[in-house]
């Protein structure tokens, strides 16, 4: 490392719960061309080779870029795949200095962005442990909520049980707090927010404001429900590259809102533009 490196301090955002399906490839790839849109350099780690979202989705945007005129920005990505070894002190090594020298690669730049899988391991646990920023994004639905905490209602009085999950980042914070490291900042992120059902969503809203304050999180409005992004992946595009004429897909005003809400979501992170005045 350089001596510039040595002073330079990238900050570490993760995008995770322990629940497939929940859009956490589709917002880090989402946050990551924000960040780079607004003149950030980015790396990212994908901790979930297996399924590989992430590679898959940035491949994908690789080949976009290759065969277009327009400036499609890319992170550099790194895809770590878990340790085969048997032993558990092994691989537990191998999957440390596999993501050690991973971020060391990717010091230099402003942001690591972590993509992780939707279930428990020693190397997402450990990708966890570096969170400067932690982005949940949670499906808006009751049946969603059980990843943060087990929701009972005994005598009209709401007990809250923390999940395995929300006791996992209770434990970083911990460790965090005895190494005298930055807090860190965990925003669970509203996904897949219905147009329709304001009544449920309202419901959700209020049980998760209570959550918020029982497991020391902050809550952030997070994308609607669309059908967009389905399309955007095998493009490797986001809401974001839309106005790139070879995008194929015409701007409506659903995808100007959609765009607003990654703003919205990016600003609510505190994640403002470069060069903005603060
Ligand atoms: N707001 C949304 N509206 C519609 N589809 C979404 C939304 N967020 C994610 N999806 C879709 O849900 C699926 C799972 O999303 P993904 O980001 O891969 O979740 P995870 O990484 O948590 O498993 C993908 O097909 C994605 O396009
Ligand atoms: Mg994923």
């Not at 209020?206 to 020391?216: A, G």
């Amino acid at each position: 490392m350089t001596e510039k490196n040595e002073q330079h301090r990238p900050r570490i955002v993760v995008v995770g719960n322990e629940k497939g399906g929940s859009g956490k490839s589709t917002t880090t790839m989402h946050l990551v061309v924000s960040l780079l849109k607004d003149g950030y350099k980015v790396g990212t780690i994908d901790l979930d080779a297996r399924q590989g979202t992430l590679s898959r989705y940035l491949e994908n945007r690789s080949r976009f870029a290759e065969n277009s005129k327009d400036q499609i920005l890319l992170p550099e990505n790194r895809r770590l795949y878990r340790s085969e070894a048997v032993n558990k002190a092994v691989s537990e090594e191998e999957d440390k200095d596999n993501l050690e020298l991973a971020m060391h690669e990717l010091w230099d730049r402003d942001f690591i962005v972590f993509d992780t899988p939707g279930s428990d391991n020693y190397l997402s646990r450990l990708g966890h442990s570096y969170a400067d920023i932690l982005i949940t994004p949670l499906n808006d639905s009751f049946l969603d909520m059980d990843m943060l905490a087990k929701v009972e209602i005994e005598e009209k009085e709401l007990k809250l049980t923390p999940s395995t999950y929300s006791q996992m980042v209770w434990e970083q914070r911990q460790q965090r707090a005895i190494l005298k490291k930055r807090p860190i900042d965990w925003v669970v992120m509203r996904n897949r927010l219905s147009h329709i059902d304001a009544k449920n969503k309202r419901d959700i809203g209020v049980l998760l404001e209570h959550l918020s304050k029982r497991l020391q999180f902050r809550l952030t409005p997070g994308f609607g429900e669309r059908v967009i992004f389905r399309e955007l992946f095998p493009k490797g595009l986001t809401l974001l590259d839309l106005d790139s004429p070879g995008a194929g897909i015409s701007m409506s005003m659903s995808h100007v809102a959609a765009r607003q809400e990654v703003r919205a979501l990016l600003n609510a992170i505190g994640l403002t533009k470069k060069n903005a005045a603060t």
